[in-house]
């Protein structure tokens, strides 16, 4: 594999968004979260995912340079329209309304249909609770065909269908992040196991035949196989939750076939956000929530466990390590970056000046 540094990848993807069509300040705001992404250690959603994203741009699955509509505002209620813009722009721009609505009325819930790939759903959350605010994120995703079975099921019927739940952090203390995809792991993670030809861990995938594998591959053929949930009939569960809330509920459509053969990532995303202070009294949330974290994090590590971390910890402490060493990237998904460049008229040799001629490791 090799490895690249944050702030050379970022403005390598920047130019390559820029060529594909994107105004500058956009092209930043996409480049920056993937690079971000990667940061903190969800590679399933970073930078592998510009060739899929460069493509959608050609065949205008996504539309660039889109914003966010506000087709109907009533009060703590916002029902907003994605113009299938790149989530980046539209997730950002969706928050930042209903913030400043939460922060007036002590609550929103915001309804965002037809945003194009949301990206790492822990993002919005994240700037909800840099305001103060406590924020709750249902996430639905169509337009491929399914990726993951149902409970008991052989086939797919859902895709990852993500979860997130992000609190602020207490005087002194660290932003609990709760970002999970409600597959056993997201498909973007299949991607990377792909690429690196390595396994999956037990009990992730089943095959066509709806047999149990550790091939990656499987959801790589004409005849895919599917991902299996988290917590078995828990997850399936939550899945089918997300699927009601965010595709139903918000109108952006959900998992029936007519909704799964446009060819793009298709997101719709309802979120409740929080003012502490309006439910209760903030001194007293912020002592508990400091009480609950210090005391969780006290239990005795497991066997060959440094220490118990609660959600977020992960983030930060991939965040710390890949700013100071760089970003690894197996060479396939480098080498399909570098294709993808080429595409929109960055050649190789450009795109090695850009990032300083990666460096080179063995996987």
Known sequence: MVIVGAE?????????FERAGSESKEAGIVSSNLVEANLTG????GVGMVP???NNCRNEALTVNAHVSVEHDNGPILQLHGNMGYGQVIGGEAMTLGIARSLELGVSIVALRNSYHLGRIGAWGEMCADAGLVSIHYVNVIGHQPLVAPYGGAEGRYSTNPYCTAIPAPPGGKTIILDMATSKVAMGKVRVAYNKGEEMPEDCLINSDGERTRDPGVMFREQIGALLPVGDHKGSGLALVAEILAGALVNGGTCVPANQNSGTI????????LKPSALGDI???QSELTGIIDYVKSARPALGVDSVMVPGDPERRSMAERRATGIPIDDRTWREILDSAEVVGITETDSLEMVDQPRKVAS
């Open 283 to 285: 001194d007293y949330f």
């Open 266 to 273: 298709h997101n719709n995303m309802l979120s409740v956000i």
């Open 52 to 54: 899929r994203y460069i």
């Open 8 to 16: 050379k990848l970022e403005y390598l993807i920047r130019r390559m």
């Open 42 to 45: 969800h590679d399933s959603h």
